[in-house]
T-cell receptor, first 115, second 112 residues
Framework: DGGITQSPKYLFRKEGQNVTLSCEQNLNHDAMYWYRQDPGQGLRLIYYSQIVNDFQKGDIAEGYSVSREKKESFPLTVTSAQKNPTAFYLC??????????????FGSGTRLTVV | DQQVKQNSPSLSVQEGRISILNCDYTNSMFDYFLWYKKYPAEGPTFLISISSIKDKNEDGRFTVFLNKSAKHLSLHIVPSQPGDSAVYFCAALPNRDDKIIFGKGTRLHILP
């Protein structure tokens, strides 16, 4: 079964440490996205990538970094520069824009807590 | 500035009644509109969509209505069931742009 996998489900980080969240998809989707969900804030776009070896900043990219070395993988690093990293992080993927396909498939999320 | 607005953070509806979730948007060039459903600690799942050339799309208990002149869409769930309790995100896909724009969500509580 094709899908998108985020790991780990729960992650704890000490202040001042970097941490990397994993996102892998086997849907053969070209585009991948990282969102952050906070109470009352909805889904806010952190970074997105429409093709391998290329990515763009979303609305709240500060304190985050990504890489897209493989089509299947889009890891997100939360750096110590991110002021409020505690949140629920969602990864999503989609086929490239064709005018016919318009949905995202989401992973099950990673809950990051800074302790 | 929000392009997709869900002005009701929460909504409570009696089981068996109709749930109506509303969404407003500002960009008349949006090509598709989508609704996603999200349970706590899970990723959103696609529920239903509508193209900007239509005014209604129905899928079982779920119907989405689009009023382009008012830049307004709504999701109707009838009859409402306990499993419908979740956060519902309204979203829009701009023409020729791959990034979906999400609203802030409405939490729906179905009361027994």
């Amino acid at each position: 079964d094709g899908g998108i996998t985020q790991s780990p489900k729960y992650l704890f980080r000490k202040e001042g440490q970097n941490v990397t969240l994993s996102c892998e998809q086997n849907l053969n989707h070209d585009a991948m996205y990282w969102y952050r969900q906070d109470p009352g804030q909805g889904l806010r776009l952190i970074y997105y990538s429409q093709i391998v070896n290329d990515f763009q900043k979303g609305d709240i990219a500060e304190g985050y970094s990504v890489s897209r070395e493989k089509k299947e993988s889009f890891p997100l690093t939360v750096t110590s520069a991110q002021k409020n990293p505690t949140a629920f992080y969602l990864c999503a993927s989609s086929r490239a824009q064709t005018g016919l396909n318009y949905g995202y498939t989401f992973g099950s999320g990673t809950r990051l807590t800074v302790v | 500035d929000q392009q997709v607005k869900q002005n009701s953070p929460s909504l409570s509806v009696q089981e068996g009644r109709i749930s109506i979730l509303n969404c407003d948007y500002t960009n008349s060039m949006f090509d598709y509109f989508l609704w996603y459903k999200k349970y706590p600690a899970e990723g959103p799942t696609f529920l239903i969509s509508i193209s900007s050339i239509k005014d209604k799309n129905e899928d079982g208990r779920f119907t989405v209505f689009l009023n382009k002149s008012a830049k307004h869409l709504s999701l109707h769930i009838v009859p409402s069931q306990p499993g419908d309790s979740a956060v519902y995100f309204c979203a829009a896909l701009p023409n020729r742009d791959d990034k979906i724009i999400f609203g802030k969500g409405t939490r729906l509580h179905i009361l027994p």
